[in-house]
């Protein structure tokens, strides 16, 4: 899952594809890699009829509600059809991309990707490692305005993917060099 508006220049893109290819190269699967583009395809943003459809049981949805969750649906499928989640999200003004806040409002689904018990949430999606890229410009991973990596920490592991690591991409780089 790439986010970075920065193209073939882009440090997260770069270290997505390092991983990706080190991962599938480990599984003997590289063919199966399924990328998406939150940039050249952006997910959309959440509506009132999405909501009421994410809402409302799978039979008595409206043609409108089954289209307007359609994106979110094929999201969460692939989700949890994958072996393990790489991610590229570079650091915006201190948080996510507005393309990664996004797509993490399509794929958490109440009842889906996560249910609240008597014991708070629960993640419903089937454990698997989940490796993000992020490049911070001048603001050091880790560091009190980091918004990003506490966020998306936090988000995998409401959806029960607690196996996050973070790799600063930038420092991929420079090692590289």
């Known amino acids: ?26 599984s003997g699967r590289a063919a199966l890699i399924d990328a998406l583009d939150l940039v050249a395809a952006p997910p959309p943003l959440l509506t009132e009829t999405m909501v009421a459809g994410y809402f409302t049981p799978p039979d008595d949805r409206t043609p409108e ?17 994958a072996d393990a989640v790489v991610l590229g999200a570079p650091m915006y003004n201190f948080g996510v991309p507005a393309a990664v806040k996004a797509w993490f409002d399509q794929i958490a689904r109440a009842g889906v990707t996560f249910r609240y018990t008597a014991n708070g949430p ?24 980091d918004f990003a990596t506490p966020h998306i920490r936090q988000f995998f592991k409401f959806l029960g993917l607690a196996d996050v690591t973070i790799h600063d991409a930038a420092a991929a780089e420079r090692s590289a060099a």
């Open 1 to 26: 899952v790439d986010a970075s508006a920065g193209g073939a220049q882009s440090k997260t893109r770069a270290a997505t594809a390092a991983i990706a290819a080190r991962l599938a190269d480990a």
């Open 122 to 145: 629960e993640g419903l999606v089937a454990p698997k490692p989940v490796h993000v890229a992020i490049a911070s410009g001048g603001v050091p991973l880790g560091a009190p305005v």
């Open 65 to 81: 509600q089954i289209a307007a969750i359609a994106a979110s649906d094929a999201y969460v499928a692939q989700l949890q059809a």
